[in-house]
């Protein structure tokens, strides 16, 4: 069964799970999984796991800083119910921002912030998905959240649309952003465009569309060539080496003696990738073994 990463630039309109179905399908597995999910409306940087490369999302999300790039736009005058252009208009104002006011509010959203979440947003209330409240028609009182926002910055105007970068943390919601902009600045806003450039130190440089695979796929060309390695984005987890012996007990659930410092590490033997491990006063424990 092949296992890896396929870092995929998704395309707006497709449902994160939906694309990550159909490279597995490629691959002929059904076990996959994504690191981060893009809403349907969003495009750019999906991590896409398959096989035995599930095991690792999880580490891959605690090893790097979880820091996130996203390019957005904002109409400003009006805010639908998703917050973004596939919503229902909700409210309407005709004050539209100066460039000088705009620049002016977003340190305000920079640093430490409490950001509140969409209604349409898969936070949990009181046991309650907020979206599958938001389709019953019933709005939740979502509570604001602590998110890290390390760089907004205002890259232009085209029209009545203004372009947005920002850098932050897991769980900021950049739907959010464009409205407490608008709202700092006395107005409603709505999210045009949602591109994430890049995510878990995943960037666009190495990523590639899901149509160019598939007719790679559909003609018989080399789309492998494009799976990356279990042990992407685990850079910054400490390396253990072990000789085949060690290696063959570890494998085992086995507890190899080591001189390496308590946490997190990566398990290799020659070479091969072979696992997670964690090291607690010099023993070296299976954590997920590939």
């Known amino acids: 069964m092949a296992s890896g990463f396929i870092i995929l630039d998704k395309d707006s309109g497709l449902f994160s799970r939906t694309a990550g179905g159909r490279i597995a399908r490629m691959f002929g597995t059904k076990k996959f999984g994504h690191i981060g999910t893009l809403d349907p409306m969003a495009s750019g940087v999906l991590p896409i796991a398959i096989g035995d490369a599930t095991k690792m999302i999880p580490f891959i999300e605690d090893a790097n800083s979880n820091e996130k790039e996203y390019l957005f736009d ?62 019953r028609g019933r709005a939740l009182e979502i509570p604001p959240r602590p998110v890290h926002i390390y760089e907004l910055e205002f890259l232009g105007l085209d029209g009545d649309v203004w372009h947005f970068r920002t850098r932050c943390s897991r769980g900021t919601y950049v739907r959010s952003l464009g ?22 130190g995943f960037g666009l440089k190495n990523a590639v569309k899901l149509d160019f695979l598939e007719n790679l796929f559909n003609n018989g060309g080399d789309f492998k060539k494009f799976l990356e390695p279990i042990d992407s984005g685990l850079g910054d987890i400490p390396v253990t080496n072990l000789n085949d012996k060690d290696a063959d007990f570890y494998r085992n659930g086995g507890f190899i003696k080591t001189c390496g410092p308590d946490g997190l590490t990566r398990v290799y033997c020659d070479k091969t990738f072979i696992g997670i491990g964690m090291i607690t006063d010099g023993d070296l424990r299976p954590k997920r073994t590939i």
């Open 74 to 135: 904002v109409v400003f005058g009006y805010e639908t119910d998703t917050l973004d252009v596939t919503g229902h208009e909700t409210m309407r104002s005709d004050i539209i921002p100066t460039i000088e006011m705009v620049k002016s509010v977003l340190p305000k959203l920079t640093g430490q912030i409490m950001q509140t979440p969409p209604q349409f947003s898969a936070v949990h209330v009181d046991g309650v998905r907020a979206y599958d409240a938001a389709r």
């Open 179 to 200: 409205r407490d902009i608008a709202q700092l600045c006395g107005t409603f806003g709505t999210v045009s465009m949602i591109r994430r450039t890049q995510t878990n």
